[in-house]
């Protein structure tokens, strides 16, 4: 599987801003996808994730309620379309698949393909 990130980009906090990932090389329905972010000197950070068929998806507190991950299995995309961004949402952010079934999501162990990474840098 090969995976493409793009739209990250600098925003004002409070503001918005929508990453996509376009996946090659596999059926789309069927690989879980999801967002890790990393700063410098931190270890890779859970995101969200999406199911396979995009029925059920889930989040890392600290970007629930602001954060919405979609897939579409059509045109082989997912997105994140990030609100209320803060400051410390500042991160390279990696789009990430994987087939394996029953794993923790939260891990990056867990997920088999990794895009190249985007920047969303959050200004105050």
């Known amino acids: 599987v090969q995976l493409q990130a793009s739209g990250g980009g600098l925003v004002q906090a409070g503001g918005s801003l929508t990453l996509s990932c376009a996946a090659s090389?596999?059926?789309?329905?069927?690989?879980?996808m999801g967002w890790f972010r990393q700063t410098p000197g931190k270890e890779r950070e859970f995101v969200a994730a999406?199911?396979?068929?995009?029925?059920?998806?889930g989040y890392a507190d600290s970007v629930k309620g602001r954060f919405t991950i979609t897939k579409d299995n059509v045109k082989n995309t997912m997105s994140l379309q990030m609100n209320s961004l803060k400051t410390e949402d500042t991160a390279i952010y990696y789009c990430?698949?994987?087939?394996?079934?029953?794993?923790?999501?939260?891990?990056?162990?867990?997920?088999?393909?990794w895009g190249q990474g985007t920047l969303v840098t959050v200004s105050s």
């Open positions: 090389g596999r059926a789309f329905s069927t690989i879980t």
């Open positions: 999406i199911t396979r068929r995009g029925g059920s998806s």
């Open positions: 990430a698949a994987t087939s394996r079934l029953y794993t923790d999501r939260t891990q990056a162990a867990s997920w088999d393909y």
